[in-house]
């Protein structure tokens, strides 16, 4: 067994595994903090139903994220050693300070958040949450400088063949994460506002279903109550059809964010990994047309088999340099330069184990890039369209009663996280053969670059990589069905679920009185049952 | 002093720090196997760390990614050598942190079975690997001069790694046990109390052996002060808690991990792993370090992000310094979904418009 070829299996599943639960933090987060924003500001209950609802599906997808970071730290070490005393000088310090700086107070507050509804004044619990959605926010933004390092290695000296950190500023302003992060950030507001934007269309849908709301002649909503069903009162819609504006609306301008720093993004990289590029357009030869559909063997090296069937002259050097008409290198023409540059064969050097010596190829796997770079744009234009759509639809109030309007609502939730995975798949599999790529633009470290078959463990053997990748595929999986069970089961529930007081709305409340945990007139805090518990 | 020997301080704190927060929250895990069947008692348990164990754990996010910047070398070689122990502390690490969070979401009997095994094992399993981790890192590895590991898959099993992972159990338990019992009231405080003056004798003794064992290969004067400090300490916790002073007690066992854990550091430096195969191979402060610019901007993020974590952390534990007990523990809330029941779907209508 190939230790190699399971440690990248293995990155790859439990990166995209981790990946789907981040976004959703990171795009959710922002969007409750700032319905408890409104709550406080305007004292309206809607705001904090709002709040709660979404604040309980946040922390069920968020430990999730948590658990499978700890994989992402580890495994640098675990699997790929080499690689980490290579780039340990300049990589390690952003994680570190991902911890240090970041993580410490999204962990921290969020606890401060989760367990201080009645334990901190209404302003400062507001500002916990704010300060661990913060945290998150920063956090990404040293694993993308990490990650950009990779794809642009700056801010380092090679001394004896290793990079060694030489300016902290140039690593952690490198223009590939400036736009990456960018990019990922405004991706990630998409993935939490689909998720919005899907649930409450389900909501709405659900309340029209259950005959609460109906529509007038004119199909305005007609707004009304089921005291018999938890939580569906009349504040309820409101709840649900703010919930979806704000979604939809945050879900287009995410979109746009998205679409502004992809296009700048990929200027960046046609100059600093122009195969990259040029494989994800299916670009043998050079020239200007973009292809909008190719077929045949784009996984042939000298794409000798690709045709392509659509190509819109001029579009490729737009997307590259603004005008029509520059000339962009086709795979063909820049295969020779990387070998010139780097060479045809791997170094005999038994770091590379028994791949020393061995023809390299440079391009990456071209199906790969080439359909998930369109997966990814595809995704994207389909959850802004229907956020658009969907902030059209709701202009009257509610949603229509059709069961599959409200089935495609909710399959939309996808597309983002779909647009997410195809986009790190591109990336990261469009970097081979290289993990740390090399920088050819000018004034850049050229030297720096490290070859994926150098960077595994030489130590750890294939059925130690075998016993990880089972293990942690088997949890994952299993976890995944208990993730989305749990979610289900809260979505269903409405706001009653995250509100237990809307399940019993005579007496007997949750906690205690429901009382105003500002009132100073209480007589003893200590004795209160807490707001909330496991 | 020199920027390796500050950042090998700087790492041992962290490991240290991470003992004495997370040690009572994966010491509360295991005793849910064990401790009490009902559930309510068994909640309170849990939320008496609750507000807090996410916070503790990033004291190891910290650790692992602060010996990654400052000591590629040993993270790279110490962290592959034990590819399969800490494959199983991942696996560990997950199913404790999403039980915790899961536990009380499901409304059957059997849910909240399987997810408390699932706290259990998962702290068990995660303390004893980050033990035996961290034992093997004072005691040696056969790592060649690559720094890789021979020897084939198992070969950190030794005695050590054992001995490593039955200390960080054992003083996970003790260390909870006195949490408990000065951070909870009733049925709960007490048989925590019971579990310190019965057990930390037996409970604290892998740890003890451990230290001794560190001592007598590499010890200094200095450091055997440090081990006579942590035998006062633990012996004044102890006395402490039977005395029923369990603030005291915490002061003491906490006193005991910190001087204890000071010793096995102060005596293994300045050598991060040492082979066992030739001490040539040795992965030193010294080869094993990043270079001094890396190390002079973590030590800048460090001084300023540190001391603001010892800030906000102290205050959350402020926050949360009431003592629980079972009246505090609200009634478990069953989901239900809000839907009309299939066959009155269309008989309630709409109320008034």
Redesign the interface.
């Known amino acids: 067994m190939d230790p190699l070829e399971i440690a990248r299996w293995q990155f790859g599943v439990t990166t995209v595994y981790h990946f789907i639960m981040v976004p959703l933090t990171i795009g959710l987060g922002p969007v409750v903090a700032l319905m408890q924003t409104q709550w406080v500001r305007t004292g309206d209950e809607k705001w904090l139903r709002m709040t709660k609802f979404w604040g309980k599906l946040y ?2 997808n968020f ?2 994220g ?6 992402q ?2 495994q ?4 790929w ?2 690689y ?2 290579f ?7 952003p ?7 970041a ?3 999204e ?6 958040w ?3 509804w009645d ?2 004044g209404k302003k400062l619990h507001l500002a916990t949450l704010w300060i661990a959605v913060a945290g998150s926010v920063v956090s990404a933004f040293f694993i993308i400088v990490a990650n950009s390092w990779m794809q642009h290695p700056v801010g380092v000296e090679l ?1 004896d063949g290793r990079p ?3 300016d ?1 500023w140039a690593v952690l302003t490198n223009n590939t994460a400036l736009t990456a992060y960018a990019h990922t950030v405004t991706g990630a507001l998409a993935v939490g506002a689909g998720f919005v934007v899907g649930i409450s269309w389900y909501q709405l849908w ?1 309340r029209r ?6 529509v007038d002649a004119t199909g305005r909503v ?11 009162d009349r504040k309820d819609h409101s709840v649900w059809i703010t919930s979806i504006r704000i979604g939809a609306v945050i879900a287009i301008l995410g979109f746009g964010g998205v679409a502004i720093t992809g296009d700048l993004q990929a200027k960046l990289m046609f100059e600093q990994q122009p195969l990259k590029m040029a494989a994800a357009e299916g670009a043998c030869h050079d020239g200007t047309s973009f292809s909008v559909l190719s077929i045949g063997n784009l996984g042939s090296e000298n794409c000798e088999d690709v045709v392509a069937i659509i190509e819109i002259p001029g579009i490729l050097s737009f997307l590259a340099h603004g005008d029509f008409d520059t000339n962009i290198k086709g795979v063909n023409t820049l295969i020779p330069e990387y070998q010139a540059l780097y060479g045809t064969n791997l170094p005999d050097d038994p770091l590379y184990g028994e791949r020393a010596g061995m023809e390299i190829n440079y391009l990456p796997i071209m199906e790969v890039t080439y359909w998930g770079f369109r997966l990814m744009i595809g995704f994207g234009m389909l959850a802004a369209a229907f956020a658009a759509l969907t902030l059209w639809m709701v202009r009257k109030g509610t949603v229509p009663r059709s069961k599959f309007m409200m089935g495609t609502a909710l399959l939309s939730i996808a597309a983002p996280f779909g647009a997410n995975i195809a986009g790190w798949v591109f990336t990261e599999m469009g970097r081979q053969p290289f993990v740390v790529a090399p920088n050819p633009t000018p004034g850049g470290v050229d030297g720096v670059f490290m070859f994926t078959a150098a960077a595994v ?5 294939g ?2 990589m075998i ?2 990748l089972a ?2 595929a088997l ?1 994952y999986g299993f ?1 995944l069905v ?1 993730e989305v069970k ?1 979610l289900v ?2 979505v ?6 995250a509100m ?1 007081e809307l ?1 019993h709305p005579d007496g007997e409340g ?2 205690g009185t429901g009382s105003d945990p500002d009132d100073p007139n209480k007589p003893d805090k ?5 707001a909330f ?2 | 002093m020199d920027l390796p020997t500050l950042w090998f301080i700087a790492i041992a704190a962290l490991w240290i720090g991470y003992l004495l927060l997370e040690g009572f929250d994966l010491g509360v895990g295991m005793l849910l196997l064990f401790s009490t069947r009902k559930d309510r008692e068994r ?1 309170l348990m ?2 008496a760390i ?6 503790n ?2 004291w ?3 650790a ?10 040993w ?10 122990p ?2 199983i ?3 560990s ?3 404790r ?2 039980a ?7 409304s059957t009997d059997k849910w909240r079975m399987w997810w408390d095994r699932a706290l259990g094992l998962g702290s068990l399993g995660s303390a004893f690997g980050i033990g035996a981790a961290l034992a093997l890192t004072t005691t040696g590895l056969p ?2 001069a ?5 020897g ?2 198992f070969a950190w099993f030794t005695p050590y790694a054992v001995l490593g992972g039955l200390a960080v159990v054992g003083f996970s338990l003790v260390h909870a046990s006195v949490f408990l019992g000065l951070k909870t009231d009733g049925a709960v405080r007490v048989r925590a109390r019971n579990f310190v003056v019965r057990w930390s004798p037996v409970a604290l003794l892998p740890i003890v052996a451990w230290v001794l064992v560190v001592q007598f290969q590499n010890g200094t004067p200095i450091t055997w002060a440090l081990v006579v400090v942590a035998v006062v300490a633990v012996v004044f916790g102890w006395i402490s808690a039977r005395a029923g002073r369990e603030g005291w007690a915490f002061v003491g066992i906490a006193a005991f991990l910190v001087a204890g854990a000071s010793s096995i550091f102060a005596a293994v430096y300045p050598v991060v792993l040492p082979s066992t195969i030739d001490p040539a191979f040795n992965l030193t402060i010294s080869n094993a370090a ?2 001094e ?2 190390l002079g ?2 030590s800048v ?2 001084a300023f ?2 001391p603001l ?1 010892f800030v ?2 102290g205050w ?1 534990y402020w ?2 310094r ?1 003592r ?1 007990s079972e ?5 478990a ?1 069953v ?6 029941p299939a066959s009155s ?2 008989a ?6």
């Open positions: 922390l069920i430990i999730m948590v658990a499978t970071g700890l994989v730290e580890f640098f070490g675990m699997a050693s080499e980490s005393r780039v340990g000088d300049v990589f390690g310090a994680l570190a300070m991902e911890g240090l700086l993580f410490f107070f962990s921290v507050f969020l606890g401060l989760i367990f201080g334990r901190l001394i060694v950190m030489t902290i659900q279903r259950d005959n609460i709301d109906s007609v707004v009304g109550e089921n005291a018999s069903i938890p939580g569906r463990s030489p130590g750890v053997s059925e130690e016993f990880s293990s942690l949890v976890l208990f749990l089961k809260y269903r529930g409405g706001v009653a679920s237990p399940a949750h906690d200590r004795d209160d049952v807490l518990a496991y | 909640r849990l939320n609750g507000p807090v164990w996410d916070g754990e990033v190891l996010i910290t692992g990614a602060a010996t990654f910047a400052a000591f590629p070398f993270y790279a070689s110490l962290f592959s050598a034990l590819y399969i800490l494959t502390v991942l696996v690490l997950i199913f942190a999403v915790i969070e899961y536990r009380g979401k499901g790592i060649d690559n720094g890789d590991r021979v084939g898959a990043s270079g610019y890396t901007v973590m993020v460090t992000g540190l974590v906000y952390q959350t926050v949360f009431n629980l009246k505090h523990i609200p009634e809330h989901v239900k979904p809000a839907v009309a779907a269309s309630s209508s709409s109320s008034d418009s």
